[in-house]
């Protein structure tokens, strides 16, 4: 079964609006942490922001949030005011017993 | 401070013969892993250590790979024969010993074409 679903193999936005990218997971360990990373053309993976199990509030950093609904086990990152370099493939990974599992990813094009 | 280095960042080889990555994590980071990342798709895990020993090699084709990380630091994962199908970027990832909150910081990642 898969630890990490992200069903929008592709998603399109136009520069300065907000853009949803989805992301549920399962697990049975209380205490695991969600990540989203960014990866550009370049290869290089880049962390976004991070949510732990047990923290209450959705994390933020600067234009980049995380919608945590724990009933649903869904952890969807938003951005807000899409740039032009934010065209990326971006991914979603749990951490649960130390492992760091990915999901399959999104790409995300930022149309001008 | 400097970050995961690996190397070397790009290699071709014809399908049956050998090939090793090295990677050097960054400096105090006792959780290393290695994933296999092929065109389009997530980085799939090959192996988690943590200092020198491993936690996770479930995904590991034993028969072709083999990764070892002498002293807890650096890292090399190896595979013998190599086939086409092991075409894909190979990251090597550190982080601080585990807890949930830590993130992993990724190298640059090998290219590795068979052909």
């Known amino acids: 079964a898969q630890k990490i679903t992200q069903t929008q193999p592709g998603m399109f936005v136009q520069e300065k609006e907000a853009v949803t990218l989805d992301c549920t997971y399962d697990?049975?360990?209380?205490?695991?942490?969600l990540f989203w990373y960014k990866q550009p053309s370049s290869g290089e993976m880049i962390f976004l922001i991070y949510q732990g199990s047990y923290d209450q509030q959705n994390a933020t950093e600067g234009r980049y949030s995380l919608n945590f609904q724990k009933a649903r086990k869904s952890a969807n990152l938003v951005i807000s005011a899409s740039q032009l370099g934010d065209s990326a493939m971006y991914f979603c990974a749990m951490r649960e017993g130390g492992k760091l599992t990915f999901g399959q990813g999104t790409i995300l094009t930022v149309h001008p | 401070e400097a970050g995961v280095a690996q190397s070397p960042r790009y290699k071709i080889i014809e399908k049956r013969q050998s090939v090793a990555f090295w990677c050097n994590p960054i400096s105090g980071h006792a959780t290393l892993y290695w994933y296999q990342q092929i065109l389009g798709q997530g980085p799939k895990l090959l192996i988690q250590?943590?200092?020198?020993?491993?936690?996770?090699d479930s995904q590991l084709p034993k028969d072709r790979f083999s990764a070892e990380r002498l002293k807890g630091v650096d890292s090399t994962l190896k595979i013998q024969p190599a086939k086409l199908e092991d075409s894909a970027v190979y990251l090597c990832?550190?982080?601080?010993?585990?807890?949930?909150?830590?993130?992993?910081?990724f190298g640059q990642g090998t290219r590795l074409t068979v052909v």
């Open positions: 990832a550190s982080s601080l010993p585990w807890t949930v909150a830590n993130e992993a910081f």
């Open positions: 697990t049975s360990d209380p205490s695991y942490g």
């Open positions: 250590f943590q200092n020198n020993g491993v936690v996770d």
